[in-house]
């Protein structure tokens, strides 16, 4: 049966070698208030939460394609960063950058009647524009939310804003996603 | 019919005969079946005629072996049919080459030959012979290497670079990007695999009769590896011309550009498996278009630029004219063109 929500919250990848790698950890540090927030928004509000995280294997192709190591599976690395507890709602293993690439995702939001797909975490340029492209694709509206998207530079993270604008959603700081939760 | 022999996979292809033989016995012969490929010679006699025949060879390294619009053996066909089709040929009879990792999927070999021998079959070719040798587990899991010959239809003015000629049209036969879009995005897992699918396309099947008896068609190259703009590069380079090209006139899908624009990349450079360039006289050319759209189903066929003389000295000149402004296209060396086909 299909709950009376419409809207989730998926917050991806804020694991421990993504979030505290020295390029990004200060970036990090700034978007966990208003991302502690917003999870807490969607929450009390009886939206879903999903929490996304990698687990490769430690010979996964893509470490020789972009030459970097991170979340291999059965690390510490690969955990969610601690900030996150108690977690809201369910957790997913993801393979590759979209969300939705062989994962349940979309089955999991379709049970949940949801149709309007929020995003935080990391990293905007790659795993946030993916997942939100592929959210588009599907048939869901999709929206970042401003301050809850992290890249390790400024300017990536506006190109990628402005990309996202362009072609597949809406970009939203946290206060007007809030006045429109609490709307519906 | 001979006795089906148990399948060991595929360890020793290359070395172990019993092995080599089930695996031709089950998994090949069945599927491609045909008089010189039965012999199991050494080689394999053709019975060509008379009149030129035109030959080529390629091999196929893809990752993920399938992907949205296509596989490995529908690329490999594609690949060397649209090949023989710039000679105004047609694949009749080809040698393949399989080299198998022994950890393969035996369900995506299944379906790798089992494309390949449809398209055979609809198209009349005859692979008569070929190769297996194993490689070790891991990766790359398949790589095809293909050999065709067909005997050169074209009535009338033979076709080549050598026959392009100053204000000749230049003609694409239809959006560009979409292969490269498609296995990066399947193997990257981008999110645009659900959207963009291989033009993974055996060409000739259609637009033959047209290349066999257009007057006006000088030369047609299949816009593979380095896209569009390396056919573009290929020409100039060669035979001291200058190709100007509106690039506000070249197709390409929105989910495509979507993804060029993500990615950094540039949608005339991506590798297509199913898209032609045309060198046309100009005359012939809207002509051209307007057949190719309503008769032979390239529905956004269309004139992408002209050939001209070279104009600053130098020959090997692409000039690409966007938004008023033109500049000088510039060749990639490797590096910037994901190694896909």
Request: negative net charge; hydrophobic residues 40%.
């Amino acid at each position: 049966m299909a709950a009376q929500l419409s809207s989730a919250l998926i917050v991806v990848d804020m694991q421990k070698d993504l979030c505290w790698d020295g390029r990004r950890k200060q970036k990090v540090a700034e978007a966990l208030p208003p991302l502690l927030t917003a999870i807490d928004a969607f929450a009390s509000m009886g939206s879903l939460v999903v929490y996304t995280y990698f687990a490769l294997p430690p010979d996964d192709e893509q470490f020789k394609r972009f030459g970097d190591r991170y979340c291999i599976e059965g690390t510490e690395g690969a955990e969610l960063i601690s900030e996150l507890a108690p977690l809201r709602g369910p957790l997913l293993r993801k393979k590759k950058h979209s969300v939705f690439f062989e994962t349940e995702l979309d089955q999991v939001l379709r049970e949940h009647g949801v149709d309007v797909v929020y995003f935080a975490g990391l990293q905007t340029q790659i795993c946030i524009m993916t997942s939100m492209a592929d959210a588009s694709f599907r048939g869901y509206r999709a929206v970042a939310i401003e301050e809850c998207v992290v890249s390790t530079r400024d300017e990536v993270k506006q190109q990628a804003l402005d990309w996202i604008r362009t072609y597949v959603g809406d970009v939203l700081p946290l206060s007007q996603v809030t006045q429109v939760m609490e709307a519906r | 019919m001979s006795e089906q022999l148990p399948n060991p996979g595929y360890r020793f292809l290359g070395d172990g005969m019993a092995s080599f033989t089930t695996f031709f016995r089950n998994d090949l012969l069945p599927r491609f079946t045909n008089d010189q490929l039965a012999r199991q010679a050494d080689a394999a006699l053709l019975e060509t005629g008379p009149g030129r025949h035109a030959m080529t060879c390629d091999s196929f390294i893809v990752d993920p072996l399938i992907f949205p619009g296509g596989n490995i053996g529908t690329l490999a066909f594609c690949g060397v049919a649209n090949d023989l089709l710039t000679e105004c040929a047609r694949p009749e009879s080809m040698l393949m080459s399989l080299m198998v990792a022994e950890d393969l999927e035996p369900s995506i070999l299944d379906t790798v030959l089992d494309s390949l021998s449809r398209l055979c079959q609809v198209t009349g070719s005859a692979i008569v012979g070929g190769d297996t040798k194993n490689l070790p587990a891991g990766s790359p899991q398949l790589i095809i290497s293909m050999s065709a010959v067909g005997r050169v239809g074209r009535l009338g003015s033979p076709l080549g670079f050598e026959h392009v000629e100053p204000g000749d049209s230049v003609v694409l036969t239809g959006p560009v990007g979409a292969h490269s879009i498609a296995v990066l995005s399947s193997r990257e897992g981008l999110g645009f695999e659900s959207v963009v699918r291989s033009d993974c396309r055996d060409l000739g099947a259609t637009m033959l009769p047209m290349v066999r008896s257009s007057p006006h068609l000088h030369a047609l190259r299949d816009a593979t590896r380095g896209g569009v703009l390396a056919v573009l590069h290929e020409l100039t380079s060669s035979h001291d011309l200058e190709v100007v090209v509106d690039v506000a006139e070249i197709p390409v899908d929105n989910e495509v550009l979507m993804a060029c624009d993500l990615l950094g990349l540039d949608p005339l450079e991506l590798a297509n498996e199913g898209c032609m360039v045309l060198f046309v006289e100009s005359t012939g050319a809207a002509a051209m278009v307007e057949a190719l759209r309503s008769e032979y189903g390239f529905t956004r066929a269309c004139v992408i630029g002209g050939v001209a003389e070279t104009s600053h000295g130098v020959g090997g000149l692409v000039l690409l004219v966007r938004d008023g402004e033109t500049r000088v296209a510039s060749q990639s060396f490797g590096t910037g063109i994901p190694r896909l086909c």
